[in-house]
């Protein structure tokens, strides 16, 4: 069993860029899923005709192809990493570049899955956090692209932090409650106020709750902490992007990237960073 432990991360690894394959997917295909859906209910509510076109492509069933030339992908062009970097990340077939993206988000669901199970071990709270983190993942990906945080991903991951806060794992039962409420109430109250101030949107309700989620996983305490680092790490990467993009201030920043940073981090490493923040400001 010892070796078994030892070799834990290693197969998380591996395992991970295999997930981080599938949420590629994910990221890609749920908003326009989501979006045709949209219109569909629309359309049916405004009594209108229905739409002739085909649904976009299905997330699991349909196999993975090339967005340019449609040449579907055979088992070796699909390995995680290795077939972006066989191919020179481009299509085998019209020789179109392939995303950076893909090998990007495989590199870092291995990562990362390797970092949880280093820090939790095989254990419940390390599937939790698994879980936890590729939804994080595929959340903050579809919020980069499309400035969406989608219900279907937002509001599992908030009865997932509940329903782990009822075994015991991370916070417990009553944090967890008013870390979903806190997180909720908390960001909706800024917008309003901000609304109400200037007229505009200053956020998306998707952040409400993602924050919710988080702060059921962190429990109220871990609210802070992660609104915190969020910010700090919003307005340096924001800003230096907008600075490389030439673009204006108001151009808006998608924010569901630096929560699930924040919120990552929290259920990582929460009481160190805590305790470290008070070690620098010279308090105890």
């Given amino acids: 069993m010892q070796d078994l432990a030892e070799f834990a991360p290693a197969l998380a690894l591996v395992f991970g860029l295999l997930v981080g394959s599938f949420l590629n997917v994910v990221i890609l295909r749920l908003p326009p899923r989501l979006e045709f859906g949209w219109r569909r209910d629309?359309?049916?509510?405004?009594?209108?005709?229905?739409?002739?076109?085909?649904p976009p492509v299905g997330i699991v069933v349909e196999p993975s192809h090339c967005p340019k030339c449609g040449h579907g992908l055979s088992w070796y062009e699909n390995i995680p990493l290795l077939s972006w970097?066989?191919?020179?990340?481009?299509?085998?077939?019209?020789?179109?570049p392939i995303s950076i993206q893909y090998p990007l988000v495989e590199a870092l669901t291995g990562l990362?899955?390797?970092?949880?199970?280093?820090?939790?071990?095989?254990?419940?709270?390390?599937?939790f956090a698994l879980v936890f983190s590729w939804f994080l993942i595929a959340a903050?990906?579809?919020?980069?692209?499309?400035?969406?945080?989608p219900d279907p991903l937002t509001l599992p991951l908030l009865w997932?932090?509940?329903?782990?806060?009822?075994f015991g794992v991370f916070v417990d039962p009553v944090s967890a409650i008013w870390g979903a409420v806190g997180?909720?109430?908390?960001?909706?109250?800024?917008?309003?106020?901000?609304?109400?101030?200037?007229?505009?949107?200053?956020?998306?309700?998707?952040?409400?709750?993602?924050?919710?989620?988080?702060?059921?996983?962190?429990?109220?305490?871990?609210?802070?902490?992660?609104?915190?680092?969020?910010?700090?790490?919003?307005?340096?990467?924001g800003g230096l992007a907008l600075w490389l993009q030439d673009q204006d201030r108001q151009t808006p920043i998608p924010f569901g990237p630096f929560l699930a940073f924040g919120g990552w981090m929290q259920l990582m490493f929460g009481g160190e960073l805590v305790a470290k923040y008070f070690q620098l400001m010279g308090m105890h």
Wanted: a positive charge; one cysteine or more.
């Fill in 42 to 54: 629309a359309r049916e509510v405004l009594e209108l005709p229905a739409e002739t076109g085909a």
């Fill in 85 to 96: 970097l066989l191919l020179r990340g481009r299509c085998r077939d019209c020789k179109a």
């Fill in 112 to 127: 990362v899955s390797a970092w949880v199970i280093y820090r939790f071990g095989a254990t419940a709270a390390g599937g």
């Fill in 140 to 149: 903050a990906g579809i919020d980069a692209r499309t400035t969406w945080l």
């Fill in 160 to 166: 997932l932090g509940l329903i782990a806060a009822s």
């Fill in 183 to 237: 997180g909720y109430l908390s960001l909706w109250s800024i917008f309003w106020g901000f609304k109400l101030l200037t007229g505009k949107d200053g956020m998306g309700y998707g952040d409400f709750k993602l924050l919710a989620a988080l702060g059921a996983f962190t429990g109220w305490q871990g609210l802070l902490p992660t609104v915190l680092m969020a910010s700090l790490i919003g307005a340096v990467v």
